[in-house]
C-alpha cells in the first residue's frame, strides 16, 4: 500500500504525526505538501495533488490535510475516480471504506487533536471495502454520474 500525504499550511502542524505514524508502521507513503510551508499556499493544489496521485495509479490511497479538511474534500472530489471522505471520527473512517470504497482521507488540521486524527487513520486504512452488492450498486451509480459530466 502506497499512500500520498499533503497539507497546507493550515494542515502542517498535523501532518508530521501521522507522517511518523505511517513511519512507524512501514507504511511507504509520499509527501505532496509544499516545502516550506507557505501561509499563501492553497488548499485545492495540495489536494488535487494528492487526488491525482490516487487517480493516477501512483499512490494506492491518499491524506489531504487542511484547517477543516472541507476545502480539500471539495478539490479532490473534482478529480476523476477519486472518493474523498471528510472524517471527524472512527466511525466515519470505517464507513467510509467499507461503504463507500473512499480512496482519499481528508483531515482538518485546526479540527482534530493528534490522538483522534490518528485513529482516524488508522481505522481508515485497517478498514477495506465490503463489496457488499448494495455499496457496489451504489458507486456503480456515483461512477455514471462522473462519465456523464455537468449534462
Not at 9 to 16: C, S
Not at 68 to 82: H, L, M, P, R
Request: proline share 6%; with cysteine; glycine share 10%.
Amino acid at each position: 500500500m502506497r499512500i500520498a500525504v499533503g497539507a497546507d499550511h493550515a494542515g502542517w502542524d498535523l501532518k508530521p504525526a501521522i507522517v511518523g505514524w505511517l513511519k512507524e508502521k512501514g507504511i511507504p507513503h509520499r509527501d505532496l505538501s509544499p516545502h516550506p510551508p507557505d501561509p499563501q499556499d492553497d488548499y485545492p493544489d495540495v489536494a488535487v495533488a494528492v487526488a491525482r496521485s490516487v487517480a493516477s495509479g501512483d499512490s494506492d490511497l491518499g491524506i489531504a490535510i487542511c484547517g477543516t479538511g472541507v476545502g480539500s474534500c471539495i478539490a479532490a472530489n473534482k478529480v476523476a475516480g477519486v472518493r474523498a471522505a471528510l472524517c471527524t471520527d472512527t466511525v466515519c473512517a470505517r464507513c467510509s471504506r467499507s461503504h463507500n470504497d473512499a480512496n482519499v482521507l481528508c483531515l482538518g488540521g485546526r479540527i482534530l487533536g493528534v490522538a483522534l486524527a490518528l485513529g482516524i487513520v488508522e481505522a481508515w486504512l485497517d478498514t477495506p471495502f465490503s463489496g457488499a452488492p448494495r455499496h457496489q450498486r451504489r458507486l456503480e451509480k456515483v461512477a455514471r454520474l462522473e462519465s456523464e459530466g455537468n449534462r
